[in-house]
């Protein structure tokens, strides 16, 4: 069968789609076991189709039954206390606006300070951190009503209460509002979901300044003699970041998205304290630095409301925008924390 490129529909091959609608009906309870994908059955993409692109690492939380982000190094709050508790989920993964599957709604978005996934505008929203869900600067999500995937579970569902987007096949939730959560008014949606267990990926970010949404944290034009280059703020710059966890969930490396062996490196041997940290490449023709873990190792700091400070190691420096200038292309470097805007930053999942 073949259809038209602009439903951006994802071609399944007859059989494998029977197979997937069986297991759709068969698969109950959200972070329940979910059928091995048998060889054959795999989604066939055919030539002219547009492939569609998904957010992996989104977990069901067994206290809440919210549906939430788990690569975020920043960790999550759960309603019930503490962070949201992904043990026993399956691993979910969101489609975009940008490659939606058939029969999905969008303006669904990503909360900084909760990691969970609500519906519309925050103004109506209840955030289990405090005040309302944050949805600045998320990516927009498209979430499926129909079987998006082979393995795919329905029964998630809309709170009107809270507007997230929680599992409605259990008897028990807490809600950020009070009580549980109501499906009431709800729609039907249906996650692509993989088994478990397995642990949380490597995941991509864009690395956005408080200076505002145009301003991140990208790269110089250019390399320098002795590395891939250096990173700067960029303005209106597309640069996405692949975090590479060495300690989930607390400790990873900064690389290039498009070429992931040239890593962020903090020049703590340079003779000049405010040196920007440097792109190392460790491929032919560029200087491989030590590779420690002092120079290559990250972690954040909350700053509240999903604002963090990116440290080194040893929390001793964090990222700053050289002399605070918020101009394109400014150097980004190794600082004390000394509170300024220029050391704040919100660390965004992307596809
Ligand atoms: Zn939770
Ligand atoms: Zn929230
Ligand atoms: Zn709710």
Known sequence: MRMPVAQFVVLVHVDAL????????SVSGGGAKVPECRK????RLDRGTRMTTTQNNWRWCRKCQALHYAAHPLGSVCPAGGGHDAAGSGHYSLFTVAS???????????????????????????CPAGGQHDRWWSLEYAMPTAAPTPQSQSDWRWCRKCQGLFYGGSPTSVC??????????????VLSVADGPGSVQNALFRIVSAYGPTWVLGESDGRTMYTAGHVALRANHDHKWLLKWVSYPTTFKLARAASAHI???????????????????????????????DSLHFEVDPLGDGWVAINNRSHSKVLDVWRAEARDGCPVIAWPWNEG???????????
């Open 263 to 293: 890593e962020l490196y903090w020049p703590f041997s340079s003779a000049v304290d405010y040196a920007p940290l440097i792109l190392n490449a460790k491929s032919p023709g560029y200087e491989a630095f030590p590779d420690n873990p």
């Open 18 to 25: 029977a197979i997937a609608l069986a297991r759709l009906a």
């Open 341 to 351: 805007t220029n050391q704040r930053w919100r660390m965004v999942p992307v596809a």
């Open 40 to 43: 054959g059955t795999a989604v």
């Open 176 to 189: 950020p509002a009070g009580g549980a959560h109501s499906k009431e008014g709800s729609g039907n949606y």
């Open 100 to 126: 939606p599957p058939a029969n999905a709604q969008g303006n669904w978005r990503w909360c900084a300070k909760c990691q969970g996934v609500f519906y519309g505008e925050a103004a109506a929203s209840v």
